[in-house]
């Protein structure tokens, strides 16, 4: 088993998880667990996005700054940002400042209002969960996208969303708990569960 550790606490974890206590608590928490409703998968969407380029631990731990600066990730409110909303998030210092984001985070509000007419965001998101997804053995079967992440960008995209590329749609896959890529030996592998 190539990237599980053994943590003080004598639970085998994917290695990733040991290098800070922002990521442990994360993956033994939350990483992989599955997510439902508009809200948190708005959320969830909107963070990944952020995270594009960066750092994941810089994104935890700003995650707080970010559910006060998008109103608690409501699409509704987001959507109605305006020029003073976009102004004050540029000036926001505890999120990540970045036009293009910030402005693909409102659009992509819209984006979840309008799929209401059609089934809604957690349907069109776990509509593109594995049906056999095969949890990855060691890091050496990590992958970035799948062919189900490809599908999703692309049906996300048709519905008018943007910064939802096929990497950053795996990731929100993986974080999610669309697939499991908890590492064979994780104490968290199989644990998440889709429903």
């Known amino acids: 088993m190539t990237g599980v550790l053994v943590g003080p606490d004598g639970l085998s974890r994917c290695a990733w998880a040991g290098s800070t206590p922002d990521y442990l608590v994360y993956h033994d928490t939350e990483w992989g667990v ?30 707080e700054a ?35 984001k910030i402005d693909a985070a409102i659009r992509n509000a819209a984006a979840v209002l309008a799929l209401r ?47 939802v590329g096929p990497t950053t749609m795996y990731a929100a896959m993986q974080a999610c708990g669309l697939v499991d890529d908890h590492l064979a030996g994780c104490h968290r592998a199989g644990v998440g569960g889709r429903p």
């Open 34 to 63: 599955a997510v439902h409703g508009e809200q948190a998968l708005y959320e969830r969407l909107t963070l990944e996005a952020f995270q594009s380029g960066l750092s994941w631990l810089t994104i935890l731990r700003k995650r």
């Open 66 to 100: 970010f559910r006060a600066a998008f109103a608690g990730f409501d699409p509704e409110v987001v959507a109605a940002f305006g020029d003073d909303d976009r102004a004050r998030l540029m000036a926001d210092a505890g999120i990540v400042r970045n036009r293009l």
């Open 117 to 163: 007419e059609h089934g809604g965001l957690d349907e069109l998101l776990w509509s593109h969960a594995p049906a056999d997804h095969v949890p990855p053995r060691g890091t050496e079967d990590l992958r970035a996208t799948s062919p189900e992440s490809v599908a999703l960008a692309k049906a996300l995209k048709k519905s008018g969303f943007v910064f």
